[in-house]
């Protein structure tokens, strides 16, 4: 079975420094795609970025990298220069073989101003 | 953009009640599913749907849930008798491919059964 680990249950973090948000998950499927979404106070779910197993180079979008580590099954997305707008819930999720988001348990992070 | 739509907001309906969420996909996309996440907790995958049928569904999806496309574009998550514990939000995402593309979510509907 696939299992999503986000070890860090919340993170305070200075206004304009990076962070760092851990992800490790377990599968035994060759195939399967890596997720972050974001989800502020509203509720709402808003994709930040894919990495796909097979992808050679880290996915990156605009000031989200995602540090994809295969043989360590981890999938660490970084946030560059933190703004106060980045404070929200942080869920990375793998997508199996049976087309189903397996999600991890999120980590809250807040940007200090 | 597209988007995925869910309606409504926010429902409140009392213990037993049927409640049905609809759901608008992204026109082209051709998978379905329903999440839902628990107020404080994780979200949970529900069920997925391909081709008007069930691809995949979650023990918490027992009987008393039923998914439909009844014409084409809508997309429906149908609780017959709802109980306390259901009280969740519940998302709705497509994807036009299975998988190697985000799914996309929609706002969620907050339902609260009392």
């Known amino acids: 079975a696939q299992k999503i680990t986000q070890t860090q249950p919340g993170m305070f973090v200075q206004e304009k420094e990076a962070v760092t948000l851990d992800c490790t998950y377990d599968?035994?499927?060759?195939?399967?795609?890596l997720f972050w979404y974001k989800q502020p106070s509203s509720g709402e779910m808003i994709f930040l970025i894919y990495q796909g197993s097979y992808d050679q180079q880290n996915a990156t979008e605009g000031r989200y990298s995602l540090n994809f580590q295969k043989a360590r099954k981890s999938a660490n997305l970084v946030i560059s220069a933190s703004q106060l707008g980045d404070s929200a819930m942080y869920f990375c999720?793998?997508?199996?073989?049976?087309?189903?988001?397996?999600w991890g348990a999120g980590t809250k992070l807040i940007i200090k101003p | 953009e597209p988007e995925v739509t869910q309606t409504p907001s926010h429902q409140v309906t009392q213990m037993g009640q049927e409640v049905i969420l609809r759901c608008v996909p992204i026109s082209n996309h051709l998978y379905f599913y329903w999440y839902r996440q628990i107020l404080g907790q994780k979200v949970e995958f529900l069920v997925s749907?391909?081709?008007?049928?069930?691809?995949?569904k979650s023990e918490i999806f027992d009987d008393q849930f039923s998914v439909e496309r009844p014409d084409g574009s809508n997309f429906t998550l149908k609780i017959r008798s709802t109980k306390l514990e259901d009280s969740a939000m519940y998302f709705c995402?497509?994807?036009?491919?299975?998988?190697?593309?985000?799914?996309?979510f929609g706002q969620g509907t907050r339902l609260t059964v009392v």
């Open positions: 999720a793998i997508m199996d073989s049976n087309y189903q988001l397996i």
């Open positions: 599968t035994s499927d060759p195939s399967y795609g």
């Open positions: 749907f391909y081709n008007n049928e069930i691809s995949e």
């Open positions: 995402a497509s994807t036009d491919r299975r998988m190697n593309t985000e799914a996309f």
